[in-house]
């Protein structure tokens, strides 16, 4: 994890995961392939470069589903404003509960918030469950998708 500090001070934190072939995926098959096809010893001329050619299936790594994905008249990433996903973010970490069965529920978010106070209005919650220990494990880490999740009724 990165911690970049901006302008204002607020930290900025990159939660993102390295894409390799490797990579856990929805349905188990690998999902993503780096191939070089030009390497600067390769050059012919005075002007080096590499040239690479990736392949992967959408959906891979850390990554934002757009509504479009699940949902006919939902937006697509294009349509989606940088501004709406840039907000404060509150961490809840249910990792000492969390197992493959765990479903974060309302009960869990009215703990936080009679530890720390009201969740601001506009914020994000961003929920550690713990289960990125086995992203080096694909099987382990799809579980046949079985893992933490969150309750509808949390969601809502």
């Not at 069965?101 to 530890?115: A, G």
């Not at 106070?117 to 469950?129: A, E, L």
Request: some cysteine; aromatic content about 12%; hydrophobic content about 35%.
């Amino acid at each position: 994890m990165n911690i970049i500090k901006t302008y204002d001070g607020k930290r900025v934190i990159d939660l993102t995961h390295t894409i390799n072939d490797n990579i856990p995926t929805w349905s188990g098959r690998c999902g993503f392939h780096l191939e070089m096809l030009t390497d600067y010893i390769d050059a012919k001329d005075q002007y080096q470069f590499r040239v690479q050619q990736f392949n992967f299936v959408a959906g891979i790594g850390t990554h934002l589903d757009a509504p479009a994905h699940c949902f006919p008249d939902g937006q697509a990433i294009h349509e989606i404003s940088l501004d709406t996903l840039i907000a404060p973010c509150i961490k809840l970490d249910v990792s000492s509960q969390a197992d493959e069965n765990y479903s974060v529920s309302v009960d869990d978010i009215r703990q936080f918030e009679q530890q720390y106070g009201d969740i601001p209005q506009g914020s994000f919650m961003i929920v550690y469950t713990g289960w990125s220990q086995y992203w080096g494990e694909p099987l382990r880490y799809h579980n046949q998708h079985r893992f933490p999740s969150v309750s509808v009724a949390a969601a809502n």
